[in-house]
């Protein structure tokens, strides 16, 4: 199985910038995508962006996209995720997941880091 810790949420003012960095453990070589979603109160988990694990470019949902950057480190087995320009709107709980396939469902989830964005 693989193992993913989530740090670096906290409280921000908006236009700020936070970094998350997710590291995972345990049977990483099983890893082929990793991605970051949201919860925020009341709502759905939704999908951030992501990227795959052995190379490529990163991806990520049209709400983010210019603002939001996802890097990894394969050395360390970390997935960072870089937010500037913060808005109230990305208040959530943010998860790291990671996936064996290509496609379909995430199958590891870590537990989560609040990010809480104040107008």
């Known amino acids: 199985q693989v193992q993913l810790v989530e740090s670096g949420g906290g409280l921000v003012q908006a236009g700020g910038s936070l970094r998350l960095s997710c590291a995972a453990s345990?049977?990483?070589?099983?890893?082929?995508?990793m991605a970051w979603f949201r919860q925020a109160p009341g709502k759905e988990r939704e999908f951030v962006g992501g990227?795959?694990?052995?190379?490529?470019?990163?991806y990520y949902d049209e709400s983010v996209k210019g603002r939001f950057t996802i890097s990894r480190d394969n050395a360390k087995n970390t997935v960072d995720l870089q937010m500037n320009s913060l808005k109230p709107e990305d208040t959530a709980v943010y998860y790291c997941t990671a996936s064996p396939s290509s496609g379909g469902a995430y199958d590891f989830w870590g537990q989560g880091t609040q990010v809480t964005v104040s107008a």
């Open positions: 990227i795959v694990w052995s190379g490529g470019s990163a």
């Open positions: 345990g049977r990483t070589f099983l890893l082929y995508r």
